[in-house]
């Protein structure tokens, strides 16, 4: 009877996500022309930490619970989803067309706070102390402050943008999407663990899968979403992916870690070292190619396939 209510649950819970990152995309797009700011610095930031709202809330009170390896694998492997598996499927639906200067600082941003956190592991002997969380923090104060600034200098003339819906009613509408998305992602992650746990799944991996892709869902919602709304929706898409993988790290480990200095699962380092060699493989596709094709879509799908297999089996 618990499972049936659970799976209700999980229901419900897609439902609340699915039209929430619709409204949300949609009003995002028209405050980027109306601002006439580029669509991939709006995804870098308000879709970004729109849409990891569910990870920070999961992460600190999986971290206040005593259930550290919960809180950090949600992170890392919340960004594994993102980056890997979000973007490859956003890419087999629709190629994504890649200007890598557009992104270069926030790409290396992104996979610098990765190999910071396997640093701070390999240093700290696999905890986070407060003070390595205030670093964490701090970077994350200058990477918005640069972000802020580019986007200021980016502004540029938009021919449509006086045709989009009014700014007030954009913002109604980006509140309530994310209203939507935060509720559906706890209730579908609350509904995952309580399925998964009833199957004896160890904290690490319960946190690297079930909560992970549970509190992704907004991303892949949105992503997906964003996918059919055109040049804009997805410039929003790939921002929301990588602002996400960032805020995840240095925001919600660093706010985690001066609350509750982190004890971490040494088996982590292989999460991390596959999230790095992932985003380098992202960065040689676009390098090479100016964008993300559906085969190297479909192959960054199976590279998230192959990890799943390998975290779950061995």
């Given at each position: 009877?618990?499972?049936?209510?659970?799976?209700?649950?999980?229901v419900?819970?897609f439902a609340?996500?699915?039209?929430?990152a619709d409204?949300?995309?949609?009003?995002s797009v028209n405050?980027?022309?109306?601002?006439?700011?580029?669509?991939?610095i709006?995804?870098?930031?308000?879709?970004a930490?729109?849409?990891?709202?569910?990870?920070?809330?999961?992460?600190?009170s999986?971290?206040?619970?005593?259930?550290?390896?919960?809180?950090?694998?949600?992170?890392v492997?919340?960004?594994?989803?993102?980056l890997?598996?979000i973007?490859?499927?956003c890419?087999?639906i629709?190629p994504?067309?890649i200007?890598?200067?557009?992104?270069?600082?926030?790409?290396?941003?992104?996979?610098g706070?990765?190999?910071?956190?396997?640093?701070m592991?390999f240093?700290?002997?696999?905890?986070?102390?407060?003070?390595?969380?205030?670093?964490?923090?701090?970077?994350?104060?200058?990477?918005?402050?640069?972000?802020?600034?580019?986007?200021?200098?980016?502004?540029?003339?938009?021919?449509?943008?006086?045709?989009?819906t009014?700014?007030?009613r954009s913002?109604i509408?980006?509140?309530?999407?994310?209203v939507?998305?935060v509720?559906?992602?706890?209730?579908?992650v609350?509904?995952a663990?309580n399925?998964?746990?009833?199957?004896?799944?160890?904290?690490?991996?319960?946190?690297l899968?079930?909560?992970?892709?549970?509190?992704?869902?907004?991303?892949l919602?949105?992503?997906?979403a964003?996918?059919?709304?055109?040049?804009t929706?997805?410039d929003?898409?790939?921002g929301n992916?990588?602002?996400?993988?960032?805020?995840?790290?240095?925001?919600i480990?660093?706010?985690?870690?001066?609350?509750l200095?982190?004890t971490i699962?040494?088996?982590?380092?292989?999460?991390l070292i596959?999230?790095?060699?992932?985003s380098?493989?992202?960065m040689v596709?676009?390098?090479?190619?100016s964008?993300?094709?559906?085969?190297e879509g479909?192959?960054?799908?199976?590279?998230?396939g192959?990890y799943?297999?390998?975290?779950?089996?061995?």
């Amino acid at each position: 009877m618990r499972i049936i209510l659970d799976v209700f649950l999980l229901v419900i819970g897609f439902a609340l996500l699915i039209k929430g990152a619709d409204f949300f995309v949609d009003a995002s797009v028209n405050v980027a022309r109306w601002l006439r700011v580029p669509g991939v610095i709006i995804g870098l930031t308000v879709v970004a930490i729109g849409t990891s709202m569910p990870e920070m809330v999961v992460s600190l009170s999986a971290a206040a619970g005593g259930a550290t390896d919960m809180a950090v694998g949600n992170a890392v492997g919340s960004n594994i989803f993102n980056l890997i598996f979000i973007l490859g499927v956003c890419a087999v639906i629709r190629p994504v067309y890649i200007r890598f200067a557009d992104i270069r600082v926030d790409f290396f941003v992104g996979v610098g706070a990765a190999v910071l956190l396997l640093g701070m592991m390999f240093y700290f002997a696999d905890v986070i102390p407060r003070a390595g969380g205030a670093v964490m923090l701090g970077l994350f104060g200058l990477y918005m402050l640069f972000t802020v600034r580019k986007a200021l200098a980016s502004r540029q003339e938009d021919e449509g943008a006086g045709q989009v819906t009014p700014i007030s009613r954009s913002v109604i509408f980006i509140v309530l999407g994310l209203v939507l998305i935060v509720a559906g992602g706890q209730l579908a992650v609350m509904a995952a663990i309580n399925v998964a746990r009833t199957m004896g799944i160890t904290e690490r991996v319960i946190g690297l899968t079930v909560v992970a892709i549970g509190t992704s869902l907004p991303e892949l919602v949105t992503a997906l979403a964003a996918c059919k709304k055109g040049k804009t929706g997805m410039d929003i898409a790939l921002g929301n992916i990588i602002g996400s993988s960032i805020f995840n790290i240095l925001f919600i480990l660093g706010l985690t870690g001066v609350i509750l200095p982190l004890t971490i699962d040494a088996n982590l380092h292989f999460d991390l070292i596959f999230l790095i060699g992932g985003s380098f493989l992202f960065m040689v596709f676009v390098l090479t190619r100016s964008k993300i094709g559906r085969m190297e879509g479909a192959l960054l799908a199976l590279a998230y396939g192959a990890y799943m297999a390998a975290i779950t089996i061995f």
